[in-house]
């Protein structure tokens, strides 16, 4: 005669590992699903930045939605490309995240390429602004033209007043004519009344200097 308990039992423990089965499986197809659609989703990102002269607008970078960040800093771990590491550090400027932020903390900081560094800093300041604003300033003061510039382009890129005063300050201390140039340039292409290779300002006079920044504040 059989003993119920016995019998319960051992379909309990039948149950138990089809359960336990099943789980396993449906996670590893999970798993493999999710890589599949990073994978996919890195593909297009890539697609994209290997077209040169394209210009990609905010919304189509936050159209591809949360896991974005995650797929252009996988492709940044992976590339020795200048080219494609510079364009992938533009396409992070448009998401507040901080794993990517410091990725491109890091990557000021750290990496010996001034074109790297240069689109890393200009990046944290559009992206973040003036909660960077420490770091920033540090590179207002570098001893690198072009390192000055990006960090000024990137205060410009934001919408923070706070953020702009500290570029007019900067400009009105700049000595270098060539620098002014192109951040007073950049100003006026964000605002709409400069086209991107116009050489309108040549001026070496502070005093010019000061006057053309405060027409641009008006």
Not at 49 to 78: D, T
Request: hydrophobic content about 40%; overall charge positive.
């Amino acid at each position: 005669m059989r003993c119920p308990m016995r019998h319960f039992k051992k379909n309990l423990y039948v149950h138990l590992i089809i359960s336990l089965l099943l789980l396993f499986f449906s996670s590893a197809f999970a798993s493999d699903s999710n890589s599949r659609s990073d994978g996919i989703l890195e593909e297009s990102i890539l697609e994209v930045i290997r077209m040169r002269n394209s210009k990609e607008s905010p919304e189509w970078w936050r159209s591809l939605g949360p896991a974005a960040p995650k797929a252009i800093l996988s492709l940044y771990r992976k590339t020795n490309s200048t080219y494609i590491k510079i364009r992938l550090l533009e396409a992070l400027r448009w998401f507040d995240d901080s794993t990517a932020t410091d990725l491109m903390k890091n990557e000021f900081e750290q990496n010996r390429n001034e074109l790297i560094r240069a689109a890393a800093i200009r990046a944290i300041g559009m992206s973040q602004g003036m909660k960077e604003a420490q770091l920033i300033e540090r590179a207002l003061k570098n001893s690198s033209g072009r390192l000055r510039v990006a960090a000024a382009q990137g205060l410009l890129g934001t919408t923070d007043s706070e953020a702009h005063q500290m570029v007019d300050r900067f400009l009105l201390g700049e000595k270098q004519e060539w620098v002014v140039r192109k951040v007073l340039q950049r100003r006026n292409v964000l605002k709409g009344t400069e086209d991107e290779n116009s050489e309108s300002f040549d001026s070496h006079s502070p005093q010019k200097k000061r006057i053309k920044i405060e027409k641009i504040k008006d």
